[in-house]
């Protein structure tokens, strides 16, 4: 059954019930993860990838377009049968509000088409620093995704950080036997086009799918009015009905003296069909706000004290020049004269500026601020 078609003994095993009849199909088994769930958790995936376009070209100062994803359910074979013999791996595992195994995994050169802009270098090499581009690149995209399905489940999804690695594929990390791919294609300024793929482990594709209620759909309900009947003074609701009147041609169902309701409004409008129901559109609100935890939470911070340092500057010595310092002794550093300083809070560098004098005072003038990707540069 390699074809996926029974052969004549399995279909003879079949009648006489040897076998069981439920078949498995080539493409692994979907865990539970069916149609109306494939089509809850991409729709949603789909909404956030402005976000995640967004993310990306802040981090790469280039533009970059995230396309539509597409989703499916595969085992660990087929999926390493369309990879290269090596590929970079980075898991990003979701430990609260949505848990399971998560990652990305991408080409060799399709991670150096994001290490390239984030790192400002156009001739790079798929060494640690690269790897390590591309993993904060993913752990901001994966930030904003979480962001927006904590919105939309209302709970707050966290994350492991992330862990990268340019490994041969037959070691990758899979989230299980059977798992869900999704594929963005990106359009990155001045790089191309690459291809994105991202793994959940179906845990945590079905958590999502039965919060946002696709695991349990309603079907749905019509309220259907009764078909008008001619009374010929026989009994509705309890109440005598006069025969029909005949109107220009136009017959009309017409109440009776005692008090009772038009047999128009009985069935909902004229010619037995309900009114529609129509409701108000809620817009969201767009305005943006900070809840107040989150500004007491900022506020706990407010009072805590870093050390904050500006160096001039550093140099390396042998043990046996150092032990030969004395008074008058000028030590040479590493900087030029007018160069920046630099500016540290707790020892990582954050800014670059210049040494000026105020009343008799040493200060410094902040004129740069330092990426992430300058201090992982500079690492």
Not at 147 to 163: N, S, Y
Not at 234 to 257: S, V
Not at 345 to 351: C, S
Request: proline share 6%; net charge negative.
């Amino acid at each position: 059954m390699s074809d996926g078609s029974l052969s004549q003994d399995e279909i003879d095993a079949l009648l006489m019930g040897d076998v069981p009849t439920e078949i498995p199909t080539a493409g692994g088994n979907d865990a539970g993860f069916g149609d109306a769930e494939k089509s809850a958790v991409l729709g949603l995936l789909g909404e956030i990838t402005g976000a995640q376009g967004s993310t990306l070209s802040g981090i790469m100062v280039k533009s970059v377009v995230v396309g539509a994803p597409q989703l499916d359910v595969l085992g660990r074979e087929a999926f390493l049968s369309s990879l290269p013999d090596e590929v970079v791996e980075i898991k990003i595992d979701f430990k609260s509000g949505l848990a399971g195994a998560h990652g990305y995994v991408l080409k060799g050169e399709d991670a150096l088409k994001i290490a390239a802009p984030m790192m400002g270098q156009d001739d790079l090499e798929l060494d640690g620093t690269a790897i390590s581009a591309v993993s904060e690149a993913m752990s901001q995209i994966v930030g904003a995704s979480v962001t927006a399905l904590g919105d939309k489940v209302g709970e707050t999804i966290l994350t492991e950080a992330p862990e990268g690695q340019n490994v041969p594929k037959a070691m990758l990390a899979l989230p299980g036997d059977d798992f869900a791919r999704v594929t963005y294609p990106l359009e990155i300024e001045g790089q191309g086009n690459l291809e994105l793929v991202e793994l959940f482990s179906l845990d945590i594709l079905n958590s999502l799918a039965s919060r946002l209620g696709a695991s349990t759909p309603a079907s749905p309900v019509m309220d259907i009015p009764a078909s008008p009947q001619p009374m010929m003074g026989g009994d509705f609701g309890g109440a005598a009905m006069a025969p029909p009147i005949n109107n220009g041609g136009m017959q009309q169902m017409m109440a009776p003296p005692q008090g009772g309701q038009p047999m128009g409004g009985m069935m909902g409008g004229f010619g037995g069909q309900a009114a529609p129901n129509v409701q108000g559109i809620q817009l969201p609100e767009l305005s943006p706000t900070i809840s107040a935890g989150e500004q007491r939470n900022i506020g706990l911070l407010m009072d805590v004290s870093m050390e904050l340092t500006v160096e001039l500057g550093r140099t390396k010595r042998k043990i046996k020049d150092i032990l030969g310092m004395g008074e008058g002794t000028i030590i040479e550093l590493d900087k030029l004269a007018g160069e920046p300083v630099d500016i540290l809070v707790n020892n990582n560098l954050i800014a670059r500026g210049e040494v000026v004098v105020i009343d008799e005072n040493f200060g410094v003038r902040v004129t740069e601020i330092v990426s992430t990707m300058d201090r992982m540069a500079e690492r």
